[in-house]
């Protein structure tokens, strides 16, 4: 969509001014009388339609017998009838001039391939008069913004707030929004998208990275087969505000439960989430993430660093709190002298001087305000966490409780305490605006949890100030803040074009589609290694020099001219793993030894005589593979025989700049040995980057690959070297 359809759909879906509902019902458990009912709830101001062919009036309100029958023509229709109805209600909506419906009615892709023919008609009868479609199989949509609009089938009724929330799944999407409600963080729009017949996920980003009521977006997504689109919308939305995303379907029980949910299409977790992080999309791992890291993006600036001073009401917060910064990369640094000199005023003399800060169960509870204000002043710590708020006012209230059976004169004590951790929140609040670091605080569940009038937990939420419940939540969050901020410094210089190729050679062209069209006759579509490093000449690839021979005269003229030592391989497109077959001998340093180790490779297939190269520090796979949403993605990790041991690949969807391929090289374990080690100088990075990208771009030539292995590539101080080659045909359909 261009920028003025994404201005039309997007008003028409969240800031319509009539909607026509139909299906309205005024039998109670039905979805015509549910969802109705929670627009009236949430006092939608518009106009309101209903539509039901019996015509009867429903709570108290007129209703149409048809969508024909409205005065006007509605911005938006909402279809809550049988599947078997749908298709005449749309050609109603269509005739109507209707540009917008949500479909509600389920019974289509989810169902199976009968279900997604008829999604299909549906679709192209929508496209074909210019409406667009949530759904089906939607829960409904909601907005805050001008007026609430909750056409959705769950009971809660959001707050208007900060935070859009995207889910392919309704439940679940329900679920985000109860527990963003829960902690005082409203939602601006929501969007149940259902089989996506129609907008998908990547639409509804573009929606909504350029609406001003929207601060953070939440996505739940189990899959899709627009991965490419989703990518390239969330790496936009990225760049003007946190996407906050939830995956479902990361594993193979989870993908099968995805197909037959929403007919999701899921691929490779790995490759989606290195896509994503590298879109600047923040992952979470559960709700509970989801939760944390949304409440902390609204509630506190970025942080500057990972320094974290951590002050805490018991021992052992403190020590989960510090096992959980190490987890998530977060330092804790030691106090400066000055801190500890303002500190030595207000704590025992037995405080332990270092970080976390531990008031060492002190019963002086008015000095927590000045110690926190100490902590957000210094300049050694980037974010501060406080460890225990709300604790204070619950131990006044159970001073309260017992206080006039026991010492009648501990309520004015509890009073006291209750009414200084309020002073606290309430300075808090007042100076929110002022604080210019993450000051993340942690109350027991307990606490928050117990209804007693000054309990600050809901009172600080409420007036947006998230509360964690635990110090590895919090630790989580402040990582997911730092990776946001890391993500807008490195864009600000990044530039995303990819480096330009110079055209293939025609003769080399040539070849390669002769090669191709050979390959997909095979019935396993795999091509020799001799083959596939002709397919790489395209991209000018250094291999050490070969000949392919059938004969042992033959190879003895190849060795001769490729210069020895070399190295024999079997040549036969059915042997993958050559190594393993021993199709390998190495190091033949005369015609002699070449002689008697050739037949039995001849006995098998034809002979590839390559010059040995040179042995080099580090052996690296550089590769290509076909992602079930993004398709040809570039792989890249430690290579040679240990391969499978060492497990260590990074993947990315191609083709990928050269800034992309080095955070792929960064992520591995190998990338310790790429640099200087242990007295040897460092590889040579620059050259191995221009490898990887070429190789991302070879699709583009040759889209007919599904898999690519160059490996082992030999990465020396100077340049690099690939020694062997793989190449999988696609199957052609």
């Known amino acids: 969509m261009n920028a003025d359809e994404l201005k039309l759909v997007f008003k028409r879906f969240f800031e319509p001014e009539s909607v026509a509902f139909v299906g309205a019902s005024n039998t109670p458990g039905k979805w015509g009388f549910t969802i109705l009912y929670h627009i009236l709830q949430g006092e939608y101001k518009g106009r309101l339609h209903l539509v039901n062919p019996k015509g009867k009036d429903i709570f108290g309100m007129p209703v149409h017998k048809s969508i024909m029958d409205i005065d006007d023509t ?8 049988p599947e078997a109805r749908l298709t005449d209600v749309m050609r109603e909506v269509i005739d109507k001039g209707i540009k917008a419906a949500v479909v509600i009615t389920s019974g289509f892709a989810e169902m199976g391939e009968e279900g997604r023919r008829k999604q299909d008609e549906l679709v192209a009868m929508a496209r074909e008069a210019g409406v667009r479609l949530v759904g089906p199989n939607s829960m409904g949509i909601f907005t805050g913004y001008p007026d609430r609009l909750a056409s959705i089938m769950a009971a809660v009724i959001p707050e208007p707030g900060p935070v859009a929330v995207v889910s392919q799944s309704g439940n679940l999407g329900v679920s985000l929004m109860s527990r963003l409600l829960r902690r005082g963080v ?19 980003l573009d929606l909504l990275a350029d609406d001003d009521k929207t601060e953070i977006i939440a996505v739940y997504l189990e899959g899709t087969d627009k991965g490419r689109r989703l990518l390239e919308s969330a790496r936009n939305a990225s760049r003007k505000k946190p996407v906050v995303l939830l995956k479902g379907a990361t594993g193979k029980m989870g993908m099968a439960a995805a197909q037959s949910h929403t007919a999701a299409l899921s691929g490779n977790y790995d490759t989606f989430r290195a896509a994503m992080k590298d879109a600047g999309v923040l992952l979470a791992n559960t709700m509970d993430e989801a939760v944390n890291t949304i409440g902390a993006l609204h509630s506190h600036p970025l942080p500057k660093g990972n320094r974290v001073g951590i002050l805490t009401l018991g021992g052992g917060w403190g020590v989960l709190g510090t096992d959980a910064c190490e987890k998530y990369g977060l330092d804790l640094p030691a106090l400066p002298e000055k801190l500890i000199e303002e500190l030595d005023k207000e704590l025992p003399p037995f405080w332990s001087r270092a970080n976390p800060i531990d008031t060492v169960a002190s019963t002086n509870f008015m000095m927590i305000p000045r110690i926190l204000a100490a902590m957000l002043r210094s300049e050694r710590f980037d974010s501060v966490m406080y460890l225990g708020i709300g604790y204070l006012a619950y131990t006044g209230v159970n001073y309260r409780m017992h206080a006039e059976r026991i010492r009648p004169e501990l309520i004015a004590i509890g009073d006291q305490i209750i009414q200084g951790e309020k002073a606290m929140a309430d300075m808090l609040l007042e100076h929110k605006k002022e604080i210019t670091k993450p000051f993340l605080t942690v109350a027991d569940l307990v606490v928050r949890d117990e209804p007693f ?5 809901p009172y600080l939420e409420k007036n947006a100030f998230f509360v964690h419940n635990a110090p590895g939540q919090a630790a989580q969050a402040l990582a997911a803040m730092l990776e946001r901020k890391r993500f807008l410094d490195r864009i600000e210089g990044e530039s995303m074009e990819l480096p330009e190729l110079p055209a293939p050679d025609p003769e080399k062209m040539e070849n390669a589609r002769k090669i191709v069209q050979a390959g997909l006759k095979r019935e396993h579509r795999c091509l020799g290694e001799h083959e596939s490093k002709q397919l790489l000449a395209l991209l000018d690839i250094p291999f050490p020099e070969e000949r392919e021979a059938a004969t042992e005269d033959e190879a003895v003229e190849a060795a001769k001219a490729v210069g020895y030592p070399v190295v024999l391989k079997i040549s036969n497109p059915e042997v993958l793993h050559k190594s393993e077959s021993g199709g390998v001998v190495l ?7 070449l002689r008697e180790a050739v037949l039995p490779i001849l006995e098998r297939g034809k002979v590839l005589v390559t010059r040995m190269a040179e042995a080099a520090p580090v052996e690296v796979l550089v590769g290509l593979k076909s992602d079930p949403m993004f398709g040809p993605t570039l792989v890249f990790g430690k290579g040679g025989v240990e391969t499978n ?13 050269p800034e992309q391929a080095g955070r792929m090289i960064d992520r591995t374990k190998v990338s310790k040995i790429v640099g200087e080690f242990r007295g040897r100088k460092a590889l040579d990075r620059k050259a191995l980057v221009d490898l990887m990208v070429k190789v991302s771009r070879l699709p583009e030539m040759v889209p007919e690959i599904a898999e690519l292995d160059i490996n082992p590539v030999f990465l020396y101080e100077e340049g690099v070297m690939a020694a062997d080659a793989a190449i999988v045909l696609k199957k052609q359909v």
Not at 188 to 202: E, K
Not at 587 to 593: C, I, S
């Open 453 to 457: 009038e000054g309990n600050i937990v």
């Open 186 to 204: 409203g939602i601006s729009r929501a969007i149940s998208v259902g089989n996506m017949a129609d907008l998908n996920v990547a639409d509804y």
């Open 587 to 593: 190091n033949v340093r005369d015609e002699m030894a």
């Open 74 to 81: 509605p911005d938006l229709a909402v279809l809550v009838v």
């Open 645 to 657: 041991v060492w497990n260590d690949a990074a993947s990315l969807p191609a083709p990928v700049t």
